[in-house]
T-cell receptor, first 111, second 108 residues
Framework: NAGVMQNPRHLVRRRGQEARLRCSPM?????VYWYRQLPEEGLKFMVY????????ESGMPKERFSAEFPKEGPSILRIQQVVRGDSAAYFC?????????FGEGSRLTVL | RKEVEQDPGPFNVPEGATVAFNCTYS??????FFWYRQDCRKEPKLLMSVYSSGNEDGRFTAQLNRASQYISLLIRDSKLSDSATYLCVVNAPRKLIFGQGTELSVKP
């Protein structure tokens, strides 16, 4: 009865590198949400995906960020050419209907 | 105006105290409301849903006032283990919007 699984739990990148964060939703859930929590701030919605579809990406920065949820495999949040301001906790959540269940998060540190 | 606005914290209370958190939301079309709890910036965990008629779960009581677009959480007989950040959450089309959170610290 695994919950939402995220990896890596911690990721260190140098400026300009790429970060890939993975999320597998709870069994039976086909909706995935990504949220970002900057230091000392609240959770901000980034993107909502279903299998092979981006439903709402209104919270995604216009550049360098992309997300996918392929037919097979986990959802991936990709950050290209990372900058120090990308350092944050990235939480993935899945939902049967309504409430969200979160993974433990991936903490990205950009040096 | 923020979509979801919470009382600023932190709230420092002694064990056994009753504490209330308030939250307002801007979207009158919102239909689903929740309180989440976040410990030390770990993953948020669902504390309780908030129903129109108000609902109670042990020491926790949630209220909703649709006319005023206002949600509250009351914690009675607070325990040391209640120390956490409490997040007010409101649905918007295709997403849930989180408030900034209110930090609670319960002291012995």
């Amino acid at each position: 009865n695994a919950g939402v699984m995220q990896n890596p739990r911690h990721l260190v990148r140098r400026r300009g590198q790429e970060a890939r964060l993975r999320c597998s939703p709870m069994k039976g859930h086909s909706h995935v949400y990504w949220y970002r929590q900057l230091p000392e701030e609240g959770l901000k919605f980034m993107v909502y995906l279903q299998k092979e579809n981006i439903i709402d990406e209104s919270g995604m920065p216009k550049e360098r960020f992309s997300a996918e949820f392929p037919k097979e495999g986990p959802s991936i949040l990709r950050i290209q050419q990372v900058v120090r301001g990308d350092s944050a906790a990235y939480f993935c959540a899945s939902s049967p209907t309504g409430e969200l269940f979160f993974g433990e998060g991936s903490r990205l540190t950009v040096l | 105006r923020k979509e979801v606005e919470q009382d600023p914290g932190p709230f420092n209370v002694p064990e056994g105290a009753t504490v209330a958190f308030n939250c307002t939301y801007s979207n009158s079309a919102s239909q689903s409301f929740f309180w989440y709890r976040q410990d030390c910036r770990k993953e948020p965990k669902l504390l309780m849903s908030v129903y129109s008629s108000g609902n109670e779960d042990g020491r926790f009581t949630a209220q909703l006032n649709r006319a005023s677009q206002y949600i509250s959480l009351l914690i009675r007989d607070s325990k040391l283990s209640d120390s956490a950040t409490y997040l007010c959450v409101v649905n918007a089309p295709r997403k849930l919007i989180f408030g900034q959170g209110t930090e609670l610290s319960v002291k012995p």
